[in-house]
């Protein structure tokens, strides 16, 4: 299935995929989905007598990569894991020099690309599924490169038993 985004990169869905949505979950917001024809949607509504009535998404007066740069800063997560200092965190769950060096030399790279709060979300993330017992993956294409990822709970591929380079990630 092909997805549609617009140029803020928000989902544009059709009408098969807001009801699946809204079968999911009858009481979804649809007010701030951004739907193909909107008219389509609000026409089937009325026909059922629901009070669900979506309106065509503003367009934004920001520029598109303001607009990214400025919600690449508004990671929603607990305080908890935004103050987490990442680099400690992970220094502390290595237990040999060999694992603290490949750690160090990963933790210069994402920094240089300022990565951090991802890496503070991916935590956060993870251990919100291991709490609610989701499952998933053990790891897919060049992630599994990164040795911190693999600490993380990202991925189950140890990069480093697999002797595999983070060049092939971080580029």
């Not at 009325?46 to 740069?69: C, G, M, S, W």
């Not at 694992?99 to 690309?113: I, N, T």
């Not at 040795?147 to 189950?156: A, C, P």
Request: proline share 2%; charged share 25%; glycine share 2%.
């Amino acid at each position: 299935m092909t997805i549609l985004l617009d140029k803020y990169s928000r989902q544009i869905l059709n009408e098969d995929q807001a009801c699946d949505m809204l079968y999911t979950d009858p009481k979804l917001d649809v007010s701030n989905l951004c739907l193909e024809d909107p008219d389509k949607f609000n026409d089937a509504s009325k026909r059922l007598h629901l009070n669900t009535i979506v309106t065509q998404l503003d367009q934004l007066d920001e520029d598109p990569v303001e607009y990214h740069a400025r919600n690449q800063n508004n990671w929603h997560m607990p305080d908890k894991y935004k103050n987490l200092d990442i680099a400690k965190w992970l220094l502390d769950i290595c237990a040999t020099d060999a694992q603290m060096q490949r750690v160090g030399q990963e933790l210069l790279l994402y920094q240089e690309r300022n990565m951090f709060d991802l890496l503070r979300f991916l935590v956060y993330c993870v251990d919100t599924m291991r709490e609610h017992d989701v499952v998933w993956g053990v790891g897919r294409g060049s992630s599994v490169a990164s040795y911190v990822l693999f600490l993380i709970g990202v991925h189950k591929i140890d990069s480093m038993y697999y002797d595999l380079d983070i060049a092939e990630f971080l580029r």
